[in-house]
């Protein structure tokens, strides 16, 4: 064999978090075959897709059967049907003027911003949350950005910017030049926002830096406070410094479905090694155009249904009902003496473990003594050592039941 492979794939840490979780709970389950364990670790949701949006959904299946009504190929960057919804609906009211071509639709997030990276070039200095989404990071070592690990789990070539419990989860602005942020707000995994001010200083650290903020912005529909920004770019001058990435998958029961947009606008540039200034935008679409057939017809078009008067109402009495089981968590865990973060703003509630115990012996404890499954924080990156994760996307009795069993417990 002479292939060689793309050796910076070597460079990638085990994904073992999920498998290592999956086989703790099989043989947690061999051997007491008659529990019944309560998940409340991955982050999917559990209700189904609202009526507005099926219907809307099955129509346009119907059509796609039609002669008269089929649709071939869409343009790559998503119809204009939905663009145009997306800017009236999620921007305009923030005071956020977009273009329809400011605007591509995608089929997830997770796609986009694990391919926003190869239009920016491999020297750029890379700064990460910690604990973080795994996909920045990791999109980064496969393009060869961050060299190896190191023993404590950090690359070498990314500058990590704690999120713990010591700075509030408000990460401190890089001290050295970085070129590109990765901020995910309200957070995942930790549940946690920023204020307006908070992230108004990112922006103006970027404009100062000469950086681009890649903004991930897929729970903006859970945030409950008035202070914490929806975009970006509700920040004076950030749409020169910043991308932002939205998701139908948690806001409207999409991680099945698959839809999702992201923001480049025209006014964001990066430089070419002569010094000329580029338009993003014009990369990122000529990226998408070459690799990206667009996303499907019926699937844009139930996305388009989440933006009625009714599918608006239904998504939010599902978010509704996913934020009250965030508040029976914290308060559940709070009462105990248990110290928690997040859930306010996001479906995520994220736990200090007691008895400075580590994750993966919280994680034990909970499943063993209260058959309860959490995220162990440490799989998030070496400042999510010492937390667990729980989300609310289960049912309410599934909640209520987890929270009764672990207030059982003594710690
Ligand atoms: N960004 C964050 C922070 C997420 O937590 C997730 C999913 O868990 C995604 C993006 C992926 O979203 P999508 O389903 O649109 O790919």
Redesign the pocket.
């Known amino acids: 064999m002479s292939v060689k492979i793309n050796e910076n794939y070597l460079l990638l840490q085990n994904s073992y978090l999920f498998i290592e979780i999956a086989r703790r709970i099989d043989e947690f389950q061999k051997n007491n075959p008659e529990v019944d364990i309560i998940r409340m670790g991955i982050?999917d949701v559990t209700k189904p897709l609202t009526p507005a949006v099926l219907n809307a959904f099955k129509k346009a299946v119907v059509e796609m059967g039609d002669e008269k009504t089929f649709m071939g190929y869409g343009p790559e960057q998503g119809y204009p049907f939905l663009i145009e919804t997306i800017i009236k609906n999620d921007f305009e009211p923030l005071g956020v003027n977009l273009e329809l071509d400011e605007v591509f639709i995608s089929?997830?997030?997770?796609?986009?911003?694990g391919n926003i990276q190869e239009i920016f070039d491999l020297n750029n200095k890379i700064a990460v949350t910690d604990p973080v989404?795994p996909?920045y990071v990791d999109t980064n070592v496969m393009a060869g950005r961050t060299g190896h690990i190191k023993d404590n789990g950090m690359y070498e070539g990314l500058v990590y910017l704690p999120c713990i419990q010591e700075n509030d989860f408000v990460p401190e602005l890089p001290k050295e030049k970085v070129d590109i942020i990765y901020l995910?707000f309200p957070?995942?995994p930790t549940g946690t926002t920023l204020n307006k001010e908070q992230l108004a200083k990112f922006v103006e650290y970027a404009k100062e830096n000469e950086s681009i903020i890649l903004f991930?912005a897929?729970?903006e529909k859970f945030i409950t406070e008035d202070d914490v920004p929806h975009s970006i770019y509700e920040i004076d001058g950030a749409k020169e410094v910043a991308i932002e990435?939205r998701?139908?998958?948690?806001t409207a029961g999409?991680?099945g479905t698959?839809?999702?947009y992201t923001i480049v606008p025209k006014e964001l540039k990066a430089v070419d090694s002569y010094g000329n200034l580029q338009s993003v935008n014009e990369l990122w679409n000529r990226r998408q155009t070459t690799k990206f057939n667009g996303v499907s017809y019926p699937v844009q078009k139930a996305a388009e249904a989440t933006f009625t008067e009714e599918g608006k109402k239904e998504i939010m009495d599902n978010i509704e009902y996913y934020m009250n089981n965030s508040k029976i968590i914290r308060e559940s865990l709070a009462n105990i003496g248990l110290s928690v973060y997040g859930g306010v703003n996001s479906p995520y509630i994220w736990v200090k473990t007691p008895n400075d115990m580590d994750s993966w012996d919280f994680f034990d404890l909970l499943l063993n003594e209260a058959n309860v499954v959490g995220t162990p924080g440490a799989g998030f990156g070496s400042s999510g050592e010492g937390y667990l994760r729980l989300t609310a996307f289960n049912s309410l009795e599934n909640t209520k039941k987890a929270m009764k069993r672990i207030s059982e417990l003594s710690f």
């Open positions: 982050g089929d997830g997030s997770k796609c986009d911003t989404y996909v995910c957070n995942n991930d897929a729970y990435f998701s139908f998958s948690k999409f991680t698959r839809c999702a």
